[in-house]
């Protein structure tokens, strides 16, 4: 599976476990149609592990925690079982692992599908896959989306409760010249338990700030310039973005060489990675106009942006799911060839500019992917500034290329 791709469910019981190179806790919330759990009971995970239809099975580190999803005793309503998994380690990121859940006939131990989410970085918490219910059946979806304030995070976003645990007290100043108290009548204070109750994870250590590139940020603070490889999530105020934007793309000749003409195209796709249409200066209007292209540059010379494509997030079909703007040298031109490369995204109703990404090396390739722009499952868009060359000189040689950076 990949990211937004879903699958119906042909067995009433199904497990899901997520296996990884190091120890992950895995968990499950039990959501209704507002996205949120009714109560701290719907978290499922290892200090919880029963819920109405959900059940968490450790793996005893010698196999993969899993969760365990009966729909037919789901209460009604419920709409999702989100599956989430976190490294066991304190402060662990799922920077070089690649965490795969296995979606399994819970009776017959049958695999019914698979997920490695792609591309992962900073990340302290996922959420993996969701079980949900649409139109009176169960489907299986992946998800893919990563936190960075660890599987607490991922609690307090759906309603669970997460309390802090106290602050130990000050032990009194020694005084030397007290005679030792005897250890008999040393008072003895057991330790804190990890959790205060039986449905608060354990809060994490504040996590550090990202590693530049890495992370995930929102709109809340303003203009977001981002580097290379870092996401930005297109959410403001708790409100996804979904009107209209346009994507920007520019670049000057570098050293003051010719005029250089290059070709900015997006690509859309569904859930399979599957392309589905691509609008460039041949072909101005694709999916009933919810994206346009304003037509070619031939030379690149002026200020603002070259080329502009505009996307009405709003309008665009269910079945896309990921975009991937690209910039091409028909004429192959190279990149090394190119100063001042950017791609910015602008809000098309005020002209503010949300989100810019700078590109700030070339290699001697024809082609290179800007920016994607993934749907998440909870409806909201991320864009993951790229920067990556390939050799490609039309939009026709970007889609295989795009697809496996989705």
């Not at 120890?23 to 701290?40: E, I, M, N, P």
Request: proline share 10%.
């Amino acid at each position: 599976m990949t990211p937004g791709s879903n699958i119906p469910l042909s067995t009433a019981r199904v497990t899901v476990d997520v296996a990884a190179p190091v120890r992950l806790d895995v968990s499950g919330l039990l959501l209704t149609a507002d996205g949120k759990v009714r109560s701290d009971e719907d978290f499922i995970f290892y200090n919880q592990p029963a819920g109405p239809g959900v059940a968490y099975a450790s793996g005893g580190g010698a196999k993969p925690d899993a969760i365990t999803v009966d729909t037919a005793a789901v209460p009604p309503d419920i709409e999702k079982i989100v599956v989430t998994a976190s490294p066991d380690a304190a402060g662990q990121t799922f920077q070089g692992i690649e965490p795969t859940a296995t979606i399994r006939d819970a009776d017959a131990g049958a695999v019914l599908a698979t997920f490695t989410p792609p591309q992962l970085g900073a990340e302290t918490a996922l959420v993996v896959v969701e079980i949900y219910r649409r139109g009176g059946a169960w489907k299986a979806r992946a998800v893919g989306q990563g936190y960075a304030d660890g599987l607490a995070g991922i609690a307090t976003d759906f309603g669970v409760t997460v309390e802090e645990p106290a602050a130990a007290p000050a032990a009194p100043p020694q005084q030397p010249a007290a005679p030792p108290t005897p250890p008999a009548q040393a008072p003895v204070t057991p330790p804190a338990p990890a959790m205060q109750t039986p449905v608060t994870p354990p809060a994490p250590p504040v996590p550090p700030a990202p590693a530049p590139g890495a992370g995930k940020v929102n709109l809340d603070k303003g203009r977001v310039s981002l580097q290379k490889n870092q996401t930005v999530s297109l959410v403001k105020g708790g409100r996804p973005l979904l009107s209209q934007v346009r994507m920007g793309l520019g670049w000057e000749p570098a050293f003051r060489g010719r005029d250089i003409d290059l070709d900015a195209s997006v690509i859309a796709y569904g859930a399979q990675r599957n392309p589905i249409d691509s609008c460039y200066f041949g072909k101005l209007t694709i999916l009933n106009g919810a994206i346009r292209h304003s037509g070619d540059n031939l030379t690149g010379e002026g200020g603002g942006d070259d080329e502009v494509i505009t996307v009405d997030l709003g309008r665009l079909p269910q079945e896309v799911t990921g975009l991937v703007f690209t910039v091409n040298s028909f004429s192959g031109q190279k990149f090394t060839e190119v100063a001042k490369a950017y791609c910015r995204l602008v809000d098309a109703a005020t002209g503010e500019e949300l989100v810019r990404f700078d590109l700030t090396h070339a290699e001697p390739q024809t082609g290179v992917m800007m920016a994607k722009l993934i749907r998440q499952f909870s409806g909201e868009w991320d864009m993951t500034a790229m920067g990556d060359f390939v050799k490609a000189r039309t939009v026709r040689n970007m889609v295989e290329p795009g697809a496996r950076a989705l």
